[in-house]
């Protein structure tokens, strides 16, 4: 086997992992599977697609993010998620995605500002056709793109490894976070346009810091936490 193939091997069974990760962080996140819950590894690779072996290193990847804990010869059991564990993803997302920001606002080209205002466009024009998954995708977009214009890789791969957490669906389930969105992001552009490096850092931490608490309520009423 050539080293390509193998590699491409590789790539292609961190992939089945990062799939099962993310299908089992959504169990989690939305209430699906409790703390103190055992994961059983055959309903996972069945729901997923997938064998035994990526099912036990997607556990793996959630074990080293604290969503699972791995109890010796008895398996994975999913660990507690609190309203503080919410409020932290959010707030380790929006100092590194604020930094990512003031750097862009010092960097960005004419042909980055471009795309931000065709990706804008895009997501305002999914949003009144009512296309959820459309919506999704433009303002993870949008924020790549700023987030490539700032020209820090490793700042933005750690960034990466945060938002991951938090499946994107989440953020279409707050409640107001849209509104929000839609305003923030044209604020944003227009705060990179006029190379205001202070001021793109405020509302992109602000931008995000405001979908916290909105969905520690969401993920309460949906009976997340006992008292919600």
């Keep these: ?59 793996l990847i959630l074990s080293g993010e604290g969503f699972v804990e791995l109890v010796p010869r008895r398996g994975f059991v999913v660990s507690e998620f609190t309203k503080q564990d919410v409020r932290d993803l959010f707030w380790a997302q929006a100092v590194l995605a604020a930094e990512l920001a003031r750097r862009a606002a010092e960097s960005i080209t004419d042909a980055d500002l471009e795309r931000l205002r065709e990706i804008l466009a895009d997501h305002q024009r999914a949003l009144a056709a009512g296309d959820d998954e459309g919506t999704v995708r433009y303002g993870h977009e949008f924020h790549r793109c700023v987030n490539l214009a700032a020209g820090s890789r490793r700042l933005a791969t750690m960034l990466t490894s945060i938002v991951r957490q938090l499946p994107n669906r989440f953020y279409n389930d707050i409640e107001g976070h849209t509104d929000d969105t839609m305003e923030s992001h044209p604020k944003i552009i227009d705060a990179l346009a006029a190379r205001d490096a202070a001021r793109a850092e405020t509302l992109m931490r602000e931008h995000i810091m405001s979908g916290a608490d909105e969905l520690v309520a969401t993920l309460a009423k949906q009976g997340m936490w006992s008292d919600g």
Excluded at 1 to 26: N, P
Excluded at 29 to 56: M, Q, Y
Aim: hydrophobic share 40%; no cysteine.
């Design 1 to 59: 086997m050539t080293v390509e193939a193998r590699h491409g091997q590789a790539v292609g069974r961190q992939q089945l992992s990062e799939d099962v990760a993310a299908y089992v962080r959504e169990l989690i996140i939305s209430g699906r599977a409790r703390p103190g819950d055992f994961l059983r590894t055959e309903p996972i690779a069945k729901a997923v697609g997938v064998s035994n072996t990526p099912v036990r290193e997607g556990l």
